[in-house]
């Protein structure tokens, strides 16, 4: 069953501390895997999307790594600020289908002063 | 440019009455999505359109319709609502459905009495 687990489902770090959120997944076959970034009463933004032969991206301070084999993801945050506070949603898209992403149920960060 | 809007922002609805969702884009994606978000779960596909013209159903399409006319618009429709329908919507477009980056609208939050 095509599946994506996220870790922790929730997590307070204090400001300028760094983090980092968990995802796992059983999706097969693998196309690529992107973190979104929703902030509360919004839709999801993309931070970064992955192909199956990359293990690393970086956006600012935020940077995603990639482990195809074992299927995990992990996004690390740098240096927290209070606008980091936000949902973290792995999703993770099939190689084929047009029905074909599927969502972590996400990690709520609260960075706080 | 706003990208891609929906309306209501929020909207309180009797049981058994009939509601449209409106979702706008305009980046002339060719592909848009209708979904759900509840607490605990991940986002969930009601329903999506390749191109205009043409819909299909995602995981969770009982009880909403949606229709394609033109590339710009994708409307959800409830016909008779029920409690179970209370939710955020969500609508996303992308340039084309599978491995692109879906763009997200900021919601509908949704309550049904």
């Known amino acids: 069953k095509n599946q994506v687990e996220q870790s922790p489902q929730s997590l307070i770090i204090l400001e300028g501390k760094n983090c980092t959120l968990q995802c796992n997944y059983t999706v097969s076959p693998f196309s690529n895997l992107r973190w979104y970034k929703q902030d509360t009463g919004r839709g999801p933004v993309s931070l970064t999307i992955m192909t199956f032969s990359e293990n690393t991206k970086s956006n600012g301070r935020y940077t995603a790594t990639l482990d195809a084999d074992t299927k995990q993801s992990s996004l690390h945050i740098t240096a927290s600020q209070l606008s980091d506070s936000a949902s973290y949603i792995c999703v993770v898209t099939l190689e084929t289908g047009a029905n074909n992403l599927f969502f972590g149920t996400g990690t709520r960060l609260t960075v706080i002063p | 440019i706003a990208g891609i809007t929906q309306a209501p922002t929020s909207q309180i609805l009797a049981a058994g009455r009939r509601m449209t969702l409106r979702c706008t884009q305009d980046m002339r994606h060719n592909a848009m999505y209708w979904y759900r978000q509840d607490l605990g779960l991940g986002l969930r596909l009601i329903h999506y359109?390749?191109?205009?013209?043409?819909?299909g159903k995602g995981e969770v399409p009982d009880g909403y319709s949606v229709s394609r006319a033109n590339t710009d618009d994708f409307p959800l429709t409830l016909a008779s609502a029920v409690p179970s329908q209370t939710s955020v919507y969500f609508c996303?477009?992308?340039?084309?459905?599978?491995?692109?980056?879906?763009?997200f609208g900021p919601g509908t939050r949704l309550t049904v009495l």
């Open positions: 359109s390749n191109t205009a013209g043409t819909t």
């Open positions: 996303a477009s992308s340039v084309w459905t599978g491995h692109n980056e879906q763009f």
